[in-house]
Structure formats: structure tokens, C-alpha cells
């Protein structure tokens, strides 16, 4: 059974930085692209950021270029979001999220979350200006 466990979301001020994990388990975690999404208050979930299962190819959201940075581990079986240059707007729930298939690309989940197999609890983010 897939399970995914965010940890190190908090409440910081604008300009701040905070690093998001997700422990992975239940899966061959290497094989498998991973991303990251939030969801705002009265809005849809949207994406983050998505990495390959090699990580040699990453996607952001505009929003976030410059200011985010996914990572993995293969051998830890985690996935990472660093946070930097925090602004309100980034307030959110932060969720973890593992390819539908090993076979789908860290693309494919930047183009729309139906390409997500599985969703971790989240973890709240909430950035104070």
C-alpha cells in the first residue's frame, strides 16, 4: 500500500524559507517520478514542482521558478521541497504526490494531477506578510 508523509510545513514570515519532506513507502520509490502541489483556501489543488525518478529533469510552476527547489533521495526513499523567498500567496497545504505509473513522466504531473497515483495527508504552509 502507497503511503506518503509530508513533515516541515509551519507558519514564517514573508521573505523566509522553510524545507518540506515526504517519506515514501509501499512502493519501488526509484522507479516512480514524484511532485509536489498545494491547495489554497477556496481553490483548486495546482501544481508545484515534479521531478524524474533519476532526478535529471525538474518542473516548476511558474510561480514558484527561482524560489523552489525539489529534490530526492532514492536511497532514503524521500522526496524534499525547499522554500525560499516565502511570500503570503505561498500560503497553502502542501501534498506529495507519486506518479499513477512508473511509466509516467514527471511531465505528465505537471500537466494535470489525474497523472498523480497517490496523495500524502499534506502539511499546512502559511506564510505571514
Not at 514558484?64 to 525560499?84: A, C, H, P, W
Request: glycine share 10%; aromatic share 10%; proline share 2%.
Amino acid at each position: 500500500q502507497v503511503h506518503l508523509r509530508e513533515s516541515g510545513g509551519g507558519l514564517v514570515q514573508a521573505g523566509g524559507s522553510l524545507n518540506l519532506s515526504c517519506a515514501a513507502s509501499g512502493f519501488t520509490f526509484m522507479h516512480y517520478a514524484m511532485g509536489w502541489f498545494r491547495q489554497a483556501p477556496g481553490k483548486e489543488r495546482e501544481f508545484v514542482a515534479s521531478i524524474t525518478w533519476g532526478s535529471g529533469s525538474l518542473y516548476y510552476a511558474d510561480s514558484v521558478k527561482g524560489r523552489f527547489t525539489i529534490s530526492r533521495d532514492n536511497n532514503e526513499d524521500m522526496v524534499y521541497l525547499q522554500m525560499n523567498s516565502l511570500k503570503p500567496e505561498d500560503t497553502a497545504i502542501y501534498y506529495c504526490a507519486v506518479a499513477r505509473s512508473r511509466d509516467t513522466r514527471a511531465e505528465d504531473i505537471m500537466r494535470t494531477r489525474a497523472n498523480v497515483g497517490s496523495w500524502g495527508q499534506g502539511t499546512q504552509v502559511t506564510v505571514s506578510s
